[in-house]
């Protein structure tokens, strides 16, 4: 039996992989369920420094990326983010300034959820709105 990926801590936070990616595996599609158990947050550090993970899927959903989430994921290059996102913790996508943001809300909704976040300015990123996968 093949465990799972993805590890939560049974309260709808996803904490992080049970195993390292393998070499090919670039892509995370992050589940919005793990064992009947809803995912609504990307915990604290759940994917810091991975130098495999190119793109990530976020799904709907999903309401908040805890503080460094995605901390120097220094090969990262796209991530969809979701509509339900409400917040998105400091330095949750800190790292290469070339990384692409798919956000499946609007601009208002963007500047919103990230007035104030100075790691999170536009002329860090490149944001495209209305995106969703």
Not at 40 to 60: C, H, L, N, W, Y
């Amino acid at each position: 039996m093949i465990e799972p990926k993805f590890l939560s801590d049974g309260e709808g936070t996803l904490i992080g992989l049970n195993q390292s990616l393998q070499n090919n595996e670039k892509k995370v599609v992050i589940p919005d369920s793990i064992d009947d158990e809803i995912i609504t947050r990307i915990g604290m550090f759940a994917f810091a420094e991975d130098s495999k993970i190119q793109t990530v899927f976020v799904p709907e959903g999903v309401k908040l990326i805890d503080e460094s989430a995605f901390y120097y994921c220094k090969n990262l290059k796209d991530i969809y983010l979701p509509q339900s996102l409400e917040r998105i913790g400091p330095w949750a996508l800190y790292g290469p300034s070339d990384i692409v943001i798919h956000y499946a809300g609007t601009e208002l909704e963007w500047f919103d959820l990230t007035k104030g976040k100075k790691s999170l300015e536009p002329n860090y990123y490149t944001v495209l709105y209305n995106e969703s996968y």
